[in-house]
């Protein structure tokens, strides 16, 4: 019986292959990867890389930052290697098969940027898939764990970013601020206007200041007809865009 490899997932600068990943490409870490500010950042860290997407994708956007992505999944790591390899930013980027908690034990360094498109279910029933479990589920990296290397790693005007779904995130900015991180910028994701809010993209500095609060709608009621906002925020990504 053969086994089924999944195609690569094909942008307009790169492409990702990701059979060997227990989370293939999806839209929220292309959200995560296109929204957040990458701006005066000289040293990026992206948890959870998976194969490699957002770190890929910021290296698109920032010509200058190096970029260190990290995943607790080995397979993952080196298959984000060979991705960001296939690059012409490989020289800004490299992957590494450890975990958040172990890096920030172990390294010195700090980062202007810290983004993660985290797992977020802290509860409910346990797929047979242990390595998806271990991606969405938090086991391996709890919410605490990743919010406190965050504090330790981030520079002092540094700003750290995640995407998470709505009720996780509004827990998740009350946990940050037991950690001195201040929830600073928050835009609303909604799958179509009529529907329910699906996801938060949530900016965080030790600054408490107010939040810059938006709302982005991805879709019109029929399927991939995108809106303007949606085009303007992925189109130097997505092929069809």
């Known amino acids: 019986m053969s086994t089924e490899i999944s195609s690569p997932f094909k942008f307009k600068q790169f492409q990702l292959n990701h059979d060997q990943c227990p989370m293939k490409v999806g839209t929220d870490g292309v959200l995560l990867g296109a929204w957040t500010n990458v701006e005066k950042c000289n040293h990026i860290l992206d948890v959870g890389t998976g194969c490699g997407v957002i770190?890929?994708?910021?290296?698109?956007?920032?010509?200058?930052?190096?970029?260190l992505a990290i995943d607790i999944d080995e397979a993952a790591s080196i298959q984000a290697n060979e991705n960001m390899q296939a690059t012409e930013w490989s020289s800004r980027l490299e992957?590494?098969?450890?975990?958040?908690?172990?890096?920030?034990?172990?390294?010195?360094?700090?980062?202007?940027l810290i983004v993660s498109n985290p797992p977020f279910f802290s509860g409910g029933t346990?797929?047979?898939?242990?390595?998806r479990n271990n991606i969405r589920h938090t086991v391996?990296?709890?919410?605490?764990?990743?919010?406190?290397?965050?504090?330790?790693?981030?520079?002092?005007?540094?700003?750290?970013?995640?995407?998470?779904?709505?009720?996780?995130?509004?827990?998740f900015i009350e946990m940050?601020?037991?950690?001195?991180?201040?929830?600073?910028?928050?835009?609303?994701?909604?799958?179509?206007k009529e529907k329910r809010i699906e996801r938060l993209l949530l900016s965080f500095?030790?600054?408490?200041?107010?939040?810059?609060?938006s709302s982005l709608v991805i879709q019109h009621e029929d399927r991939n007809?995108?809106?303007q906002e949606y085009i303007d925020l992925t189109?130097?990504?997505y092929l069809k865009m």
């Open 55 to 67: 770190a890929i994708m910021i290296a698109q956007r920032n010509t200058e930052a190096r970029i």
């Open 95 to 112: 992957a590494q098969a450890i975990s958040i908690q172990q890096l920030s034990r172990s390294s010195t360094q700090k980062y202007d």
């Open 126 to 131: 346990f797929s047979n898939n242990q390595d």
């Open 140 to 171: 391996k990296m709890s919410h605490s764990d990743l919010l406190r290397s965050a504090q330790k790693m981030l520079t002092p005007n540094g700003r750290f970013e995640v995407i998470l779904p709505f009720l996780e995130g509004l827990r």
């Open 176 to 192: 940050a601020e037991t950690y001195h991180l201040n929830c600073q910028k928050q835009t609303r994701v909604y799958p179509k």
């Open 205 to 213: 500095g030790f600054e408490k200041k107010e939040v810059l609060e």
């Open 225 to 227: 007809d995108f809106t």
């Open 235 to 237: 189109k130097d990504f």
